[in-house]
């Protein structure tokens, strides 16, 4: 099967091309150069019509444990925003922690094509990928969380070499089916077992003796040493506390020019100026994202409306759940590796808080320079549910859209920020790099995320509009894996998306110390800790999708 | 049914019987027998060792062939304007399968262990909790405190893998925990320690809980109590047990809330995790629901992540539509409400449907008898003995990987209810 997309305008970073008119060959799920004399079996007419590759989700919570917490406490919720089954699809529901099968139906009617599950217990990675399993057309993976689990912490205390905390590393991701590395709070989650109520930078673990920038130091080592093309991904200490934007310079500074992903900067970027002790530092955080050529962020970008936060970090959850809403929230701490915390939240206009909270994302969007290392998210369903990116990229692109929301906040917000004075509007060409070829390179996807030879044919076709909102969110098509997936913003095939990991080499003696370990303090066995490739697989629909390394360091 | 008189002898094999999940069982088989020869006990022997019987499927008590017997369950599922599928004890990939037929045929689904999980899910969808999981228990409980449950008739090798564990992370004498029961009274002795220190025992009736729980966490506020009695308790005693619970520095709270059969359960339990909170307050105490036998946890969660919506979910209208009184199975039967039953049982022969007039599919374990035949009987393998699996402890977070451990041709839940989805 042959198909060719003829005379699309395309836009594919990747390769420098913005908006140049050309033609697509997919053959066998791959974009193919153009063929001398092959016979076309299909051919599509996109004369006129925007040409993207397929969106790319670089962190979203869509499977495991936490977000599974999320769908089961929230029915009220759900129930507004029920979705009937057709003949295609099957029912679900769900606003703010959608079911998995609508959760996939609404990334690829939305034009995505990938999204990345970032904070993957390893004892839970299980339910995760099981929950990704059942998560249509999108291909998937996810970033394996570590920086609270004992056994690094109590390596890290014995003081053992750098090559066997990568070697812990490398056989984590294998075992747990990773693309990458997440670190949350970096041991603060495992301070708070011990009671501690927060954790800076240079402030140690009361049992370990051991610091978050030691952690971050270690683990973005590992990762880049290991040669995992995703850095080290980072939610930094602090969230959402004001005037933390003093320990997130320091971060960045601090980790010394390894490359280092921090994610949902935007709670991580706040001053303590003002009446009402709160302020942005989104033009110092910029600024120095700007001057770190080895940081990269994605915004977590919040908007107004009922959503759920869910996160590994259960020492901040827990002292943000005074405000929950609606009232209750969950806090687990969980099997000596990692906690969870889950607390609804309601995002309002008229509060000065999270009118300044919306500025200051939209804020960093703006004066970060380099659309190549900063990412669309709301760190979905944190800052707001992923279905509203098309709404989030209208802001980006429509300064008088922009404007005219902003003069209905809080005004003691609106006078906080500069930014109704900012001119910056976002190209299609900009918004291509961050959702698609800029977020493939960041993720470590050699195959995604482009409109080259060899690619992955997830291709994504939009009629340009005025209104961008309108534009992103009813693509004309969708394409995965070269199958038509969506027509004029309507699922017409469901198919099932691959899980990308990658599998750095480790020496097998690092197995002599794990299985004592946990023969002797865990409730699992090693050997059902791990999680095989035939697990991903699965029934049968599911399939792995191994990325290659970057060149490592030493090991 | 594939014979061999071959031995052959697994390790480290995990247990979906019991919802501890214990995974280091050693177990032979020799042939179609299983035995558990290392690690076992009274739950995890019956499970792996109850023997398989009949293998034919039958309709109305008659063998016929698995097709003729799938085809019947589709016609029963077909016919029925209001189909329930309860039971839904199986393995991932069954409760899976289970999900697809329910939203296609506009099913009820429901769990067999479901009175006994929403005593639980009630307050997680009403305040939320803060919870623990059992190797955090192994490693850092200082007070344990076991409310309205006696652990060990259930749990068998609770106390041993997460309280008496010789060795634990961080330098404590685990042997010098404290254990106290509010309640019942333990029926055994393994919450005895390894010095011979027997648990101390606040016993009171069930249904006198509600009251001393309630005093318990305004104790634990500072409130002041004007009685000096509560339900045969007095104010001295749940004075010194809401003292002890704020100087422990990782007191666990653990209830099961199948043994909390008492009206309105579920706002004890409320009262219980509130308490926990206000703890946290100061220092650090959580709770640990024990529950999760037979995958009753995997239920909930294949259904949430599916639907939305834990269990006692109702595809009739097209979409999920959840209601934890409404959609009761149990009395969607006998008020007449549903009209055909998919019973599924895959773990245990001794959990058979409830009596019914509705035309009843049984997918279930090999050496199950029924009181009433049902219309269709589907003898299936058991998840982590006839085909590999994965299942949910009942602390929710983990989930064991299942293996197969003997050939004997049965099919799968998941094999079954796909055919009948196919069929309809």
Known sequence: MLTKLTGGRIIDPSQGINDKVGDLYIQDGRIIDPPSDAKIDEEINLRGKIVMAGAIDMHTHIGGGKVNIARTML??????????????????????????????????????TAGFEPAILPVNARQAHMEMHDT??????????????????????????????????????????????????????NAFKFNQRKLDLDEENAYYGITPRDILHRLARAVNELGVPHPLHVHGCNLGVPGNMGTTLDT???????????????????????????????AEIAEAINANKNITVDVGQILFGQTVTASGDNMRQHAGHSHAHPNKWVSMDIECEAGCGVVPFKYKDQSYVNALQWMIGLETF????????????????????FTSYPHLIRLLMDKTFRNDIMSRLHPEAQAASHLASVEREYSLYEIAIMTR???????????????????????TVYTEHE??????????????????????????????????????????????????????????????????????IDDGRGSLTVQPLHAGGPI | MAESNDVCVFHEVASPFCGIASDDLTIEVSGQTVSVIENGDAITKKGFETQITDTEPRIDGQEVSLEEAIAKAADIVNASQQPVIGGMASDINGIRAAMALADKTGATVDSMDSDSAFRNLLVLQDTGWMTTTLTEVRNRVDLLLVVGSDIEADYPRFYERMVWNEVSLFDQDTSSRDVIYLGKAPSGDTSTSPNGQKAQVLACDDNDLPEVLSVLRALVNGKVIQAEQVSGLTLVDLSDLAEKLKQAAYSVVAWASGSMQFDHAEVSIQMLN????????????????????EGSTSVYNVSSWQSGYPMRTSFNRGYPDYDPYLFDSKSM???????????????????????????????????????????VFIPVGVPGIDHAGRSFRGDSSVAVPLRKLRDSGLPSTFDVLSAIEQAL
Not at chain 1, 82 to 101: K, N, Q
Not at chain 1, 144 to 155: A, N, T
Not at chain 1, 369 to 377: K, Q, S
Not at chain 1, 447 to 454: A, T
């Open chain 1, 75 to 112: 029915p009220e919720d759900h129930a507004a925003d029920v979705i009937a089954r057709t003949e295609l699809m099957r029912s679900g529901c769900g606003h703010a922690a959608p079911s998995t099968l609508s959760a996939g139906y609404r990334y690829a009617e939305m034009g995505y």
């Open chain 1, 136 to 189: 249509p057309i999108i291909d998937k993976g996810g970033y394996v969380m570590l920086g609270s689990d004992d056994f690094l912490l109590r390596m890290m205390a014995a003081n053992k070499d750098q090559e066997a905390i990568n070697n812990y590393v490398a056989w984590t991701i294998t075992h747990s089916q990773a693309v990458g590395v997440k670190v949350v709070n970096p041991g603060g989650i």
């Open chain 1, 252 to 282: 960045i500074t601090g980790i010394e020019g390894l490359p280092m992903h921090m994610t949902h900067i935007q709670f991580h970027s706040y001053g303590i100026e003002g009446d009402f002790k709160f302020s942005s530092g989104a």
């Open chain 1, 366 to 385: 703006l004066l970060v320079d380099d659309p190549w290392r900063i990412f669309l998210t709301t760190d979905h369903p944190n800052g707001a549910p």
């Open chain 1, 437 to 459: 070829a800029g977020a493939a390179k960041l993720v470590g996807l050699s195959d995604r995320g482009r409109l080259s030879k060899g690619a992955a044919a997830d291709i």
């Open chain 1, 467 to 536: 209104d961008k909102e309108k534009m992103f969110s009813k693509p004309d098509y969708v394409f995965k894996d070269g199958q038509m997936v969506v027509k004029d913003g309507n699922l017409i095939h469901v198919s099932w998306g691959t899980t990308h990991v990658v599998k750095p080499d480790y020496d097998e003696s690092i197995e002599k110390e794990l299985k004592p370990y946990f023969d002797r303090f865990h409730t699992m066995k090693m050997g059902n800790h791990k999680i095989s490739d035939d697990e991903i």
């Open chain 2, 274 to 293: 509130e308490m926990i909170k206000d703890l946290n307050e100061t220092t650090r105490s959580s709770g640990l629901p024990l529950g999760g036998k």
């Open chain 2, 333 to 375: 039967l006998a008020n007449g409400e549903a009209d055909s039953l998919v019973w599924v049982s895959s773990f245990n022969v001794d959990r058979t449907p409830p009596e019914t007039g509705a035309p009843t599919v049984v997918i279930g374990r090999s050496g199950m008898t029924f009181d009433q035949e049902p219309a």
